[in-house]
Structure formats: structure tokens, C-alpha cells
């Protein structure tokens, strides 16, 4: 996942423009140096998208999965079968309720925060933090372990 690049209009990069006035047509520019072609994913969410069950360390919910392309691209690119799925948490989107693919999961849409270090808040899909460094002395002891 290191070398995938991810790339969004300026407007949507600078905070010039909110989640209720982007455009259907606007997407996130994704690219791997030995894929064979971008993937472009729209950044409005499509009320054809399917809810796909999701496991993040031990919270089970769901997200909105992406596609048979977005999926195609990801496990090309890493090498094993994968989904790319969608957060729809509070946060996110206020129409994530109104999408037909989760009516009756909305509370299942929501990662909550560990409560010991910021209870009332939510996280993503990410790991629970919303930024985890890693040095190279640390990578590289993984790349020399069995």
C-alpha cells in the first residue's frame, strides 16, 4: 500500500469545497506504479452501491463497496482478492442513512473511538488513530524478519 498514490482535486485537497456541493463527476485519482491504468473512484457516493459487512480490529459494520473494478484494480496492485469499500460514518456524509444499500444498518455504519482515549468521537476504517508513524529503522527490521 506504500507506493499507491492517492490524488484529489485542488478544491477538495485545500477544504475549498464541502461534502454537499461536490459534483457526481468528481473522483479520487488513484495510481501504482506497476498498475496498468489509474483507478478513479467518485467521491459522491452512487445509491446503486452495495453494503458489504466489514470487520476492522474486532468492530463489525459495514461500508459501501466500491465495485467490481475498484476491486479488481486493488487485488491486481497488491497481489491477493480484495474489496474497496467506503466509510459512511456520521461524519462523513449526512446522506449515508438515506442510501437504499443501508436502510435498517444505520447503526452499524459508525466506528466509535475507544472511549479510554476520545469517547463521543468516531473513526474510519483506519487502525483507530488518525495518524500512525512508522520509522525506516522500524521498516526495515520487517523487511530482514522470517
Known amino acids: ?7 484529489l482535486p485542488a478544491e477538495v485537497a485545500e ?18 506504479p506497476d498498475a496498468c491504468r489509474a ?13 458489504r459487512k466489514v470487520s476492522v480490529w474486532g468492530w463489525q459494520g459495514v461500508g459501501l463497496d466500491e465495485g467490481d473494478d ?14 474497496l469499500v ?10 449515508a442513512a438515506s442510501l437504499p444499500a443501508l436502510a435498517g444498518l ?7 473511538t475507544d472511549p479510554d482515549y476520545a469517547a463521543g468521537f468516531e473513526t474510519s476504517f483506519a487502525d483507530g488513530f488518525p495518524i500512525l508513524l512508522a520509522s ?11
Do not use: H
Open 15 to 32: 477544504g475549498r469545497v464541502s461534502r454537499d456541493q461536490l459534483s457526481a463527476d468528481t473522483v479520487m485519482r488513484v495510481s501504482a
Open 70 to 83: 475498484a476491486a479488481c484494480w486493488f487485488s491486481e496492485v497488491l497481489g491477493f482478492d480484495c474489496r
Open 1 to 7: 500500500m506504500a507506493l499507491v498514490s492517492v490524488q
Open 106 to 112: 444505520e447503526s452499524q455504519i459508525t466506528r466509535p
Open 39 to 51: 483507478l478513479e473512484v467518485p467521491l459522491v457516493p452512487s445509491p446503486k452501491k452495495l453494503a
Open 136 to 146: 525506516e529503522v522500524q521498516l526495515n527490521c520487517c523487511l530482514v524478519m522470517p
Open 86 to 95: 467506503r466509510y459512511m460514518g456520521k461524519s462523513r456524509t449526512p446522506s
